[in-house]
Nanobody
Framework: QVQLVESGGGSVQAGDSLRLSCAAS????????MGWFRQAPGKEREFVAA?????????YADSVKGRFTISRDNAKNTVSSLQMNSLKPEDTALYYC????????????????????WGQGTQVTVSS
């Protein structure tokens, strides 16, 4: 069974940092592109960041550029990490990692339809 599991979420103050990790099981994701999305209550799921399978190409939403860093992570079963610095209350959301097995990542990294597998999400709450 293919599974992606996010971890590292929590409740923090504005200005704090969190590091989210995405662990994979059920298949090898080393050659998959990875993305992170988030969804706040009452809002649509939105793109946060993505990287190609090698990690050499990265993509960011304007709202997180300069604050968040996505990276491929080959530690144990972890396939992707999202370092979030200078967190703001508007970053509060359920954060999902997703895996893409096709070349669409190079053209449509921000579209949910680019990704084939999704985790269940980890909650990030930032208070002012």
């Amino acid at each position: 069974q293919v599974q992606l599991v996010e971890s590292g979420g929590g409740s923090v103050q504005a200005g704090d940092s969190l590091r989210l990790s995405c662990a994979a099981s059920g298949r090898t994701f080393s050659n998959y592109a990875m993305g992170w999305f988030r969804q706040a209550p009452g809002k649509e799921r939105e793109f946060v960041a993505a990287h190609t399978w090698s990690g050499s190409n990265t993509y960011y939403a304007d709202s997180v550029k300069g604050r968040f860093t996505i990276s491929r992570d080959n530690a144990k079963n972890t396939v992707s990490s999202l370092q979030m610095n200078s967190l703001k209350p508007e970053d509060t959301a359920l954060y999902y990692c997703a895996a893409s097995e096709n070349l669409r990542i190079h053209y449509y990294p921000t579209l949910p339809s680019t990704y084939n597998y999704w985790g269940q999400g980890t909650q990030v709450t930032v208070s002012s």
